[in-house]
Protein backbone atom coordinates (compact mmCIF):
# COMPACT_ATOMS: atom_id res chain seq x y z
CA UNK A 1 0.00 0.00 0.00
CA UNK A 2 1.52 3.05 -0.85
CA UNK A 3 0.70 5.64 2.19
CA UNK A 4 1.19 8.83 -0.19
CA UNK A 5 1.28 11.65 2.56
CA UNK A 6 1.35 15.02 2.12
CA UNK A 7 1.62 15.89 5.98
CA UNK A 8 3.05 14.00 9.15
CA UNK A 9 2.25 13.53 12.54
CA UNK A 10 1.54 16.43 14.67
CA UNK A 11 1.37 16.97 18.35
CA UNK A 12 -2.12 15.78 19.28
CA UNK A 13 -5.46 17.09 21.50
CA UNK A 14 -3.65 14.79 24.77
CA UNK A 15 -0.26 16.39 24.53
CA UNK A 16 1.71 14.18 27.34
CA UNK A 17 3.92 13.00 23.91
CA UNK A 18 1.00 12.01 21.64
CA UNK A 19 0.85 12.43 18.34
CA UNK A 20 -1.87 12.31 15.58
CA UNK A 21 -1.54 11.77 12.03
CA UNK A 22 -4.73 12.19 9.80
CA UNK A 23 -4.67 10.25 6.53
CA UNK A 24 -7.64 10.93 3.73
CA UNK A 25 -9.35 8.31 2.58
CA UNK A 26 -11.51 7.48 -0.70
CA UNK A 27 -14.70 9.41 -0.77
CA UNK A 28 -18.08 7.44 0.51
CA UNK A 29 -21.80 8.13 0.56
CA UNK A 30 -21.21 11.11 2.29
CA UNK A 31 -18.54 12.56 0.92
CA UNK A 32 -15.05 13.39 1.99
CA UNK A 33 -13.35 10.93 4.34
CA UNK A 34 -10.35 10.66 6.70
CA UNK A 35 -8.72 8.43 9.61
CA UNK A 36 -6.38 9.19 12.21
CA UNK A 37 -3.35 7.28 14.11
CA UNK A 38 -2.40 8.35 17.29
CA UNK A 39 0.65 7.02 18.60
CA UNK A 40 3.48 7.31 21.50
CA UNK A 41 6.25 5.18 21.06
CA UNK A 42 8.80 3.48 23.88
CA UNK A 43 11.86 5.45 25.26
CA UNK A 44 13.78 2.85 24.13
CA UNK A 45 13.97 1.31 20.87
CA UNK A 46 11.19 -1.20 20.26
CA UNK A 47 9.80 -3.48 17.21
CA UNK A 48 6.70 -4.29 19.16
CA UNK A 49 3.61 -2.06 18.86
CA UNK A 50 -0.12 -2.48 19.53
CA UNK A 51 -2.82 -1.06 17.55
CA UNK A 52 -6.31 -0.17 19.36
CA UNK A 53 -9.36 0.78 17.84
CA UNK A 54 -11.96 2.13 20.00
CA UNK A 55 -15.59 1.56 20.48
CA UNK A 56 -18.63 2.92 18.89
CA UNK A 57 -19.98 6.84 20.16
CA UNK A 58 -16.23 6.29 21.12
CA UNK A 59 -12.36 7.05 20.67
CA UNK A 60 -8.77 7.03 21.87
CA UNK A 61 -8.26 8.95 25.22
CA UNK A 62 -7.03 5.95 27.55
CA UNK A 63 -3.96 7.18 27.86
CA UNK A 64 -2.84 4.76 31.28
CA UNK A 65 -3.75 2.03 28.20
CA UNK A 66 -1.13 3.10 25.97
CA UNK A 67 1.62 3.94 29.14
CA UNK A 68 1.03 0.05 30.06
CA UNK A 69 1.81 -0.66 26.84
CA UNK A 70 4.70 1.43 26.96
CA UNK A 71 6.15 0.09 29.98
CA UNK A 72 5.62 -3.61 28.76
CA UNK A 73 7.96 -1.97 25.68
CA UNK A 74 5.26 -1.76 23.13
CA UNK A 75 5.45 1.09 21.13
CA UNK A 76 1.63 2.29 21.30
CA UNK A 77 -0.39 3.48 18.08
CA UNK A 78 -4.40 4.08 18.43
CA UNK A 79 -6.90 4.54 15.28
CA UNK A 80 -9.98 6.64 15.19
CA UNK A 81 -12.00 5.32 12.97
CA UNK A 82 -13.86 7.32 10.09
CA UNK A 83 -16.37 9.83 11.46
CA UNK A 84 -15.32 8.86 15.30
CA UNK A 85 -13.22 11.42 17.18
CA UNK A 86 -10.48 13.02 15.77
CA UNK A 87 -11.29 11.84 11.87
CA UNK A 88 -15.01 13.55 12.55
CA UNK A 89 -15.70 16.02 9.71
CA UNK A 90 -18.37 18.30 9.66
CA UNK A 91 -20.52 16.84 6.78
CA UNK A 92 -20.86 13.38 8.20
CA UNK A 93 -23.05 11.47 10.59
CA UNK A 94 -21.22 10.76 13.66
CA UNK A 95 -20.35 6.30 13.92
CA UNK A 96 -22.29 6.08 10.09
CA UNK A 97 -21.72 3.40 8.37
CA UNK A 98 -23.48 0.95 6.01
CA UNK A 99 -21.26 -2.28 5.96
CA UNK A 100 -18.34 -3.01 8.44
CA UNK A 101 -15.72 -3.79 5.62
CA UNK A 102 -15.34 0.03 5.05
CA UNK A 103 -12.88 0.28 8.20
CA UNK A 104 -11.13 -2.50 6.12
CA UNK A 105 -9.19 0.75 4.52
CA UNK A 106 -8.82 2.74 7.90
CA UNK A 107 -6.93 -0.42 9.66
CA UNK A 108 -5.08 -1.72 6.69
CA UNK A 109 -3.31 2.47 6.25
CA UNK A 110 -2.33 1.89 9.72
CA UNK A 111 -1.22 -1.35 9.94
CA UNK A 112 1.19 -0.65 6.37
CA UNK A 113 2.40 2.55 8.83
CA UNK A 114 2.87 0.32 11.60
CA UNK A 115 5.09 -2.09 9.42
CA UNK A 116 7.06 1.11 7.51
CA UNK A 117 7.63 2.60 11.19
CA UNK A 118 9.89 -0.69 11.98
CA UNK A 119 7.58 -2.32 14.24
CA UNK A 120 7.55 -6.67 13.22
CA UNK A 121 5.30 -7.52 15.87
CA UNK A 122 1.65 -5.93 16.28
CA UNK A 123 -1.02 -6.87 18.43
CA UNK A 124 -4.45 -5.63 17.01
CA UNK A 125 -7.05 -4.76 19.70
CA UNK A 126 -10.21 -3.52 19.67
CA UNK A 127 -12.74 -3.10 22.25
CA UNK A 128 -16.93 -3.38 21.92
CA UNK A 129 -17.89 -2.56 18.32
CA UNK A 130 -13.72 -1.95 17.56
CA UNK A 131 -13.81 -5.47 19.08
CA UNK A 132 -16.46 -6.94 16.50
CA UNK A 133 -14.57 -4.53 12.77
CA UNK A 134 -11.36 -6.18 14.49
CA UNK A 135 -12.52 -10.18 14.41
CA UNK A 136 -14.00 -9.55 10.98
CA UNK A 137 -10.93 -8.06 9.79
CA UNK A 138 -8.62 -10.56 11.26
CA UNK A 139 -10.93 -13.37 10.08
CA UNK A 140 -10.36 -11.87 6.73
CA UNK A 141 -6.74 -11.50 6.69
CA UNK A 142 -5.60 -15.19 7.85
CA UNK A 143 -1.58 -15.27 8.25
CA UNK A 144 -1.38 -11.48 8.13
CA UNK A 145 2.29 -10.21 8.05
CA UNK A 146 0.83 -7.07 9.41
CA UNK A 147 -0.62 -8.48 12.94
CA UNK A 148 0.24 -11.27 14.88
CA UNK A 149 -1.83 -11.45 17.84
CA UNK A 150 -5.23 -9.85 18.71
CA UNK A 151 -7.18 -8.73 21.93
CA UNK A 152 -10.83 -8.57 22.11
CA UNK A 153 -12.21 -5.94 25.01
CA UNK A 154 -15.57 -6.89 25.25
CA UNK A 155 -16.23 -7.27 21.68
CA UNK A 156 -19.75 -6.23 20.31
CA UNK A 157 -20.52 -10.07 19.12
CA UNK A 158 -24.36 -9.02 19.71
CA UNK A 159 -27.30 -6.76 20.43
CA UNK A 160 -28.05 -6.92 24.16
CA UNK A 161 -31.78 -7.05 23.64
CA UNK A 162 -34.85 -9.06 24.51
CA UNK A 163 -35.48 -12.32 22.33
CA UNK A 164 -38.42 -10.15 20.12
CA UNK A 165 -36.76 -7.34 19.01
CA UNK A 166 -33.05 -9.41 18.45
CA UNK A 167 -34.62 -12.01 16.42
CA UNK A 168 -37.31 -9.93 14.84
CA UNK A 169 -36.51 -6.41 14.91
CA UNK A 170 -33.12 -6.37 14.05
CA UNK A 171 -33.75 -8.20 10.88
CA UNK A 172 -36.49 -6.07 10.33
CA UNK A 173 -34.54 -2.65 10.89
CA UNK A 174 -31.57 -4.69 8.70
CA UNK A 175 -33.99 -5.30 5.91
CA UNK A 176 -35.33 -1.87 5.85
CA UNK A 177 -31.47 -0.38 6.06
CA UNK A 178 -30.66 -2.30 2.08
CA UNK A 179 -33.44 0.43 0.82
CA UNK A 180 -33.09 3.55 3.44
CA UNK A 181 -30.02 3.33 5.24
CA UNK A 182 -30.02 6.73 6.36
CA UNK A 183 -33.29 6.00 8.18
CA UNK A 184 -32.86 7.17 12.02
CA UNK A 185 -34.31 5.06 14.73
CA UNK A 186 -34.29 5.00 18.49
CA UNK A 187 -31.69 2.50 20.26
CA UNK A 188 -28.26 2.76 21.84
CA UNK A 189 -27.29 2.04 25.58
CA UNK A 190 -27.89 3.45 28.93
CA UNK A 191 -26.59 6.76 29.85
CA UNK A 192 -25.85 5.75 33.12
CA UNK A 193 -22.74 4.21 31.11
CA UNK A 194 -21.21 7.76 30.22
CA UNK A 195 -22.12 8.78 34.12
CA UNK A 196 -19.97 6.19 35.54
CA UNK A 197 -16.99 7.18 33.51
CA UNK A 198 -16.70 10.77 33.31
CA UNK A 199 -14.97 12.54 35.96
CA UNK A 200 -17.77 15.52 35.47
CA UNK A 201 -20.14 12.70 36.80
CA UNK A 202 -19.41 9.89 39.23
CA UNK A 203 -16.74 8.38 37.31
CA UNK A 204 -12.70 8.91 37.49
CA UNK A 205 -11.57 9.64 33.48
CA UNK A 206 -11.24 13.02 31.48
CA UNK A 207 -12.66 12.73 27.69
CA UNK A 208 -14.10 14.68 24.72
CA UNK A 209 -18.11 14.71 25.93
CA UNK A 210 -19.10 15.88 22.16
CA UNK A 211 -16.87 12.81 20.74
CA UNK A 212 -18.01 10.70 23.26
CA UNK A 213 -21.58 11.95 24.63
CA UNK A 214 -23.65 10.03 27.24
CA UNK A 215 -25.90 10.13 25.32
CA UNK A 216 -24.84 8.17 21.48
CA UNK A 217 -26.62 9.93 18.75
CA UNK A 218 -29.22 7.90 16.98
CA UNK A 219 -27.92 5.31 14.55
CA UNK A 220 -29.40 4.77 11.16
CA UNK A 221 -30.99 1.67 9.72
CA UNK A 222 -28.03 1.36 7.53
CA UNK A 223 -25.74 1.43 10.98
CA UNK A 224 -28.11 -1.63 12.13
CA UNK A 225 -27.61 -3.31 8.90
CA UNK A 226 -23.83 -3.46 8.81
CA UNK A 227 -23.81 -4.68 12.39
CA UNK A 228 -26.72 -7.38 11.89
CA UNK A 229 -24.41 -8.74 9.18
CA UNK A 230 -21.54 -8.57 11.15
CA UNK A 231 -23.10 -10.57 14.06
CA UNK A 232 -24.54 -13.27 11.72
CA UNK A 233 -20.87 -13.63 10.46
CA UNK A 234 -19.57 -13.97 13.75
CA UNK A 235 -22.51 -16.94 14.86
CA UNK A 236 -21.77 -18.84 11.38
CA UNK A 237 -17.54 -19.14 13.28
CA UNK A 238 -14.42 -17.13 12.76
CA UNK A 239 -11.18 -18.54 11.30
CA UNK A 240 -8.78 -16.45 13.15
CA UNK A 241 -5.03 -17.77 12.63
CA UNK A 242 -3.35 -15.50 14.92
CA UNK A 243 -3.58 -16.12 18.52
CA UNK A 244 -6.75 -14.38 20.17
CA UNK A 245 -7.84 -13.27 23.91
CA UNK A 246 -10.92 -12.10 24.80
CA UNK A 247 -11.24 -10.43 28.12
CA UNK A 248 -14.77 -9.21 29.86
CA UNK A 249 -16.64 -8.69 32.91
CA UNK A 250 -18.11 -11.52 35.03
CA UNK A 251 -21.51 -10.06 34.52
CA UNK A 252 -23.86 -8.13 32.64
CA UNK A 253 -25.80 -5.36 35.07
CA UNK A 254 -29.13 -3.67 33.94
CA UNK A 255 -29.98 -0.60 36.04
CA UNK A 256 -32.80 1.66 35.62
CA UNK A 257 -31.15 4.48 37.91
CA UNK A 258 -27.57 5.39 39.22
CA UNK A 259 -26.40 3.40 41.58
CA UNK A 260 -22.82 2.08 42.13
CA UNK A 261 -24.07 -1.22 40.86
CA UNK A 262 -22.86 0.60 37.70
CA UNK A 263 -19.07 -0.24 38.79
CA UNK A 264 -19.82 -3.86 39.20
CA UNK A 265 -20.36 -4.83 35.78
CA UNK A 266 -20.86 -4.71 32.14
CA UNK A 267 -23.62 -2.10 31.63
CA UNK A 268 -23.86 -2.10 27.65
CA UNK A 269 -23.60 -5.70 26.51
CA UNK A 270 -24.25 -9.51 27.20
CA UNK A 271 -21.37 -11.20 28.14
CA UNK A 272 -22.96 -14.58 27.73
CA UNK A 273 -23.37 -13.75 23.71
CA UNK A 274 -19.07 -12.82 23.80
CA UNK A 275 -18.88 -16.43 25.23
CA UNK A 276 -21.14 -18.19 22.71
CA UNK A 277 -19.39 -16.86 20.48
CA UNK A 278 -15.39 -17.47 21.59
CA UNK A 279 -16.73 -21.06 21.77
CA UNK A 280 -16.96 -21.09 18.32
CA UNK A 281 -13.93 -19.09 16.85
CA UNK A 282 -11.43 -21.92 15.22
CA UNK A 283 -7.93 -20.69 16.01
CA UNK A 284 -5.78 -20.76 19.59
CA UNK A 285 -8.93 -18.24 21.50
CA UNK A 286 -8.53 -17.91 25.32
CA UNK A 287 -11.29 -16.42 27.37
CA UNK A 288 -10.59 -14.33 30.29
CA UNK A 289 -13.61 -13.02 33.08
CA UNK A 290 -12.54 -10.38 34.97
CA UNK A 291 -15.09 -10.37 38.26
CA UNK A 292 -16.23 -6.39 38.54
CA UNK A 293 -14.92 -5.22 35.29
CA UNK A 294 -16.69 -2.61 33.49
CA UNK A 295 -17.55 -2.76 29.62
CA UNK A 296 -14.78 -0.82 28.67
CA UNK A 297 -12.39 -3.01 30.82
CA UNK A 298 -9.60 -1.14 31.27
CA UNK A 299 -11.73 2.16 32.61
CA UNK A 300 -12.76 -0.38 35.55
CA UNK A 301 -11.82 0.50 39.08
CA UNK A 302 -8.02 0.42 39.75
CA UNK A 303 -7.70 -2.96 41.09
CA UNK A 304 -10.23 -4.70 38.78
CA UNK A 305 -7.95 -2.69 35.63
CA UNK A 306 -4.87 -3.57 37.62
CA UNK A 307 -5.99 -7.72 37.07
CA UNK A 308 -6.70 -6.72 33.36
CA UNK A 309 -3.20 -5.82 32.72
CA UNK A 310 -1.91 -8.60 34.45
CA UNK A 311 -3.63 -11.25 32.71
CA UNK A 312 -3.44 -9.59 29.11
CA UNK A 313 0.54 -8.90 29.41
CA UNK A 314 1.34 -12.38 30.82
CA UNK A 315 -1.19 -13.70 27.96
CA UNK A 316 0.82 -11.80 25.42
CA UNK A 317 4.38 -12.84 27.03
CA UNK A 318 3.05 -16.38 26.24
CA UNK A 319 2.19 -15.70 22.75
CA UNK A 320 5.00 -13.29 21.75
CA UNK A 321 7.57 -16.51 22.59
CA UNK A 322 5.37 -18.86 20.22
CA UNK A 323 5.26 -16.10 17.34
Known amino acids: MDLNLTQGYQPDVLGQGFEALTFPQTDDYEGKVV ?110 ELFHAVFLNSPFWGMNLGLLKKNLGIPLVSWWGKEHPDVKIDGGFSPLYGLSLHKDF ?69 VKDMDRQAAGIQGDCQVTVIDGALHDVVLSPKPVREEVYAALFAWLNSVIIRT
Open 35 to 144: GTVIRKSCPQTSSLAVLYIHGFNDYFFQTEMAEQYIKNGYNFYALDLRKYGRSFLPHQKMNNVRDLAEYDADINFALTLLKKEGNTIVLLSGHSTGGLIVSLFAAKNINS
Open 202 to 270: YGEWDYNLVWKPNVAPRVNCGWVRAIHFGHKRVKAGLHISTPVLVVHSLKSIREKKWSDRMFSGDAVLN
